[in-house]
């Protein structure tokens, strides 16, 4: 599934081709890619065509694409034009990749295979293009929603999106709150790192290589975790999601591309995750994976021991 890194390649690849682009058309082959929309493809279509994009947004594992507010023409065209009013952007087009959605730019009317829905657009400068919302899974969607204040900050982000917690690289992430947060948790820490409720952004893969750098076993109860092994946990994290960024974001078939349909090269750099049987880099024992939440689990049996526990 894409994490942070992958949907910020994404979201920063389509920034300056989408940025003050006006809808021209848009087409819903698949309506199950439009799950999250609260109304039909003809309403998602309705409210789409003729709106502007402004710049594009994230956090952990959305994006959105923000929707400029139309303004108002002038009443007469006698009166001397003024200056309209900015209204504050209050919808946006939610995108969530799911297990295997892909934004594709393209040129006008060129298509891909499991396009599930297109919008073609046009650039003030860059002329026109089109978007395909290809997804072969079709666990990912698009929807239109609103924009709510966040109680943390001045951004908008959708409603959809609420609940989920900035993620390590935001400027506005709160370390100390997440610290102290993360110490009344009674759980494991790899659970912990998972909620997107606490911190945003990482999935499995990000995990495990986050938890081999600091050498920390995930099912290391949070409430034996020391403070400055906290720290220098998510410094590790935060090193993690910069060099899968560097990297262009992890991918291991088909299923992630960036949006010119590129695929990442962080898989090459792994050190833990899909490692197994495979001498760990450090000491050289073989990396293990373990089932864990309907997945796998990776990880140095020597260097990442679980803590002892008197009973």
Not at 87 to 99: D, F, I, K, R
Request: net charge neutral; with cysteine; glycine share 8%.
């Amino acid at each position: 599934m894409p994490e942070l890194p992958e949907v910020e390649v994404v979201r920063a690849g389509l920034a300056p081709a989408v940025t003050g682009a006006r809808i021209e058309a848009v087409e819903v082959y698949d309506e199950r890619s439009l799950r999250r929309h609260d109304g039909p493809a003809e309403d998602f279509v309705e409210r789409l065509v003729g709106r502007v994009f402004a710049e594009p947004q994230r956090r952990g594992k959305f994006m959105w694409l923000p929707l400029v507010p139309q303004r108002a023409e002038p009443v007469s065209p006698v009166v001397e034009p003024v200056s309209p009013v900015v209204e504050p952007v209050e919808t946006a087009l939610v995108t969530h990749l799911g297990m295997s959605g892909q934004v594709l730019l393209r040129p006008p009317g060129v298509e891909d295979r499991l396009t599930r829905i297109h919008l073609d657009v046009h650039h003030p400068t860059l002329g026109d293009r089109r978007l395909n919302f290809v997804d072969q899974r079709i666990f990912g969607s698009m929807a239109i929603d609103s924009l709510i204040p966040t109680p943390d900050g001045p951004d908008l982000v959708p409603t959809q999106v609420s609940h989920i917690a900035r993620d390590p690289l935001d400027p506005l992430f709160d370390e100390r709150a997440f610290l102290a947060r993360l110490a009344k948790r009674n759980t494991g820490i790899k659970r912990a790192l998972l909620d997107q409720g606490l911190v945003s952004g990482i999935g499995n893969i990000y995990a495990d290589e986050s938890l081999w750098f600091a050498r920390i076993h995930g099912e290391h109860p949070t409430a034996l975790l020391s403070r400055p092994r906290a720290k220098l946990l998510l410094v590790e994290v935060r090193a993690v999601l910069l060099r899968a960024l560097a990297e262009g974001g992890t991918s291991f078939d088909e299923q992630y591309k960036n949006v010119n349909g590129n695929s990442g090269y962080f898989a090459h750099s792994l050190q833990a995750y899909g490692q197994q049987g495979k001498a760990c880099p450090r000491c050289g024992t073989p990396i293990v994976r373990e089932q864990f939440m309907n997945r796998g689990s990776h990880f140095c049996p020597r260097c990442q021991r679980l803590p002892r526990v008197s009973l």
